[in-house]
């Protein structure tokens, strides 16, 4: 049975350990921007829980209804400065406006057609301040991965809550008609021999496109960095991260 990525909080956790180099660029954008802060995507609370920590008030928009329980639960110390909604980041109404709404950690790639980037953006327009940023972070889709040869490439290790040992592996087929990567992440885990198997899509946004989508929906972009400690977008550069306003 292929399963799908978002399904098991616990799992995600423990896979995503290594993921902690933007944490403090969020952080100091949220110190930066203030609150009240909107996060599309929230995932398990990884970015939230050290927003909150800063005594921001947080609220979080998240498809996964397993998620949204799992991260309620892990945010529920915060009391009323930390909000989770089960939601869809396409089409969202909270009757409240933020002064600093992001999407993190490649989100915005699991909206998988252009309508639906534009319709995200234009609800996050209706829900900044007039005062308010609005952040992006993803990765630059590069040819070479998208293209590679067909077989099995590593990803990450990580060790279960149980203390199993896993290796991620994983195959992509890119249909560069849709711009769509099709991705399996094969769990290896030791002791075992078949692999769980996960699925998952991303929208392969090149940052032209991203470009366009963001001023499409009225807003204007501020700077463009290509990594966290924001050096200027440049050919070299792995991430795009757009930093809006209205
Ligand atoms: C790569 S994870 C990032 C989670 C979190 N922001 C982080 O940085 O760890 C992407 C998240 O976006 C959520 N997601 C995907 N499509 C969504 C949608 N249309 N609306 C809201 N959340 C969505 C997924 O369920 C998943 O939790």
Redesign the pocket.
Known sequence: MIKDI?SDPELYDSA?WW?TNDIDFITNSANKFGSPIL??????G??ALPILEMGHTYTG????PA?VKSTKNKLAQFGEKSTVLE????SFDLDQTFQFIFI????IF??LTNEDVKSCFKCIHKHLTEEGTFLIDTFIPDPLFLYRDKQKYYVMEFDTSDGVHCIVSETNEYDNETQINHIQWYFNYEGKADPEVFKFDMHMIFPDTMDRLLMDAGLKIMEKYGDYEKTPLGPESQLQIHECKK
């Open positions: 978002y995503h993921k996060e599309l995507g929230a995932g398990t990884r970015l928009i998240e498809s996964s998620f939601g869809d980041m396409r993190g950690f490649n989100s699991h909206l």
